[in-house]
């Protein structure tokens, strides 16, 4: 089941069929990976290789898949919960399986790495886009024109990550996840987190996302905190509360363009 997972998180990041092998675009392999997947599951769990864990994130999860549905009604949009079932089903489901199969500190550390991994590809095809024009597969990024800049690139990848938005959110949600790469934390692994972070970020730049520019500070931020003696954390996180809470503040008094409201 794990080793099922962890083909179809590449598959997700990768995208093979849209630029590198073409010939497969329109094959159900996410769903065939999917099914493969329940059905290692139903025998792990029959084997009693896998117990279903007691963690209040199972719960949290499925009533977040019930809270996208119920969101709709308060505006009488039966249709919008019809569309939202398979939507919100999906990203769902694979954090129930993920949550169920990670086992160990070893599974989570493979996890971490594949998050990287990809995420740098993800990253050296932006940089690419944004120096050259082109990246893999001969994509290139999206031109756009203003007043202030001229013209410029917004880098993009494909798949769930083609809105640069979207691609922008994922790099600095891997950014963490560079330092835990390494088993042990030494000069080397300290310097490779340090060089895939730069990697990342200027990726995210790359993109011109204001969202992904709040994501960036939100990542930095929080790994400051945690980097801190924990006794800290309960006044540290009451500093980031205000801190958001003016953001709040800036956003009433009309301080940010509407953009930057849409973003805090």
């Known amino acids: 089941t794990f080793a099922m997972t962890i083909v179809f998180m590449v598959l997700v990041f990768w995208r093979p069929q849209d630029w590198l ?3 497969l675009y329109g094959w159900p392999l996410l769903d065939v990976i999917t099914i493969l997947a329940l059905l290692a599951l139903l025998l792990e769990t029959r084997q ?3 117990v279903f864990p007691r963690t209040p994130a199972i ?3 499925c ?3 019930v809270a996208t549905l119920l969101s709709h009604l308060p505006h009488t949009y039966f249709q919008g919960v019809l569309n939202t079932i398979p939507d919100s089903f ?3 489901f694979f954090t129930l399986l993920l949550l169920v199969v990670l086992k160990n500190v070893k599974q989570a550390r493979i996890v971490a790495i594949v998050f990287v991994v990809m995420s740098s590809f993800m990253a050296i095809h932006a940089l690419l886009q944004q120096y050259t024009g082109r990246g893999f597969g001969g994509q290139g ?3 756009l024109f203003s ?4 013209w410029y690139s917004r880098s993009m990848f494909f798949g769930s990550f083609e809105d640069p938005n979207d691609l922008a959110q994922m790099l600095a949600t891997s950014i963490p996840f560079t330092f835990a790469v390494m088993r042990r934390r030494t000069l080397f692994s300290v310097l490779l987190g340090l060089a895939l972070t730069t990697l990342l970020v200027l990726a995210s730049l790359a993109t011109g996302s204001r969202g992904g520019m709040v994501a960036l500070i939100t990542v930095g931020g929080m ?3 945690l980097a801190l003696p924990a006794r800290w954390m309960p006044w540290l996180m009451g500093l980031g509360l205000l801190g958001f809470l003016a953001a709040c503040g800036m956003k009433l008094a009309g301080v940010l363009d509407l953009s930057a409201r849409e973003r805090i």
């Open 223 to 225: 790994m400051v905190f």
């Open 21 to 23: 092998l073409p010939w």
């Open 147 to 150: 007043t202030e800049k001229g």
């Open 90 to 92: 999906k990203p769902c």
């Open 63 to 65: 009533g977040l898949y």
């Open 48 to 50: 009693g290789r896998i």
């Open 141 to 143: 990024p999206i031109m």
């Open 59 to 61: 719960p949290l999860v």
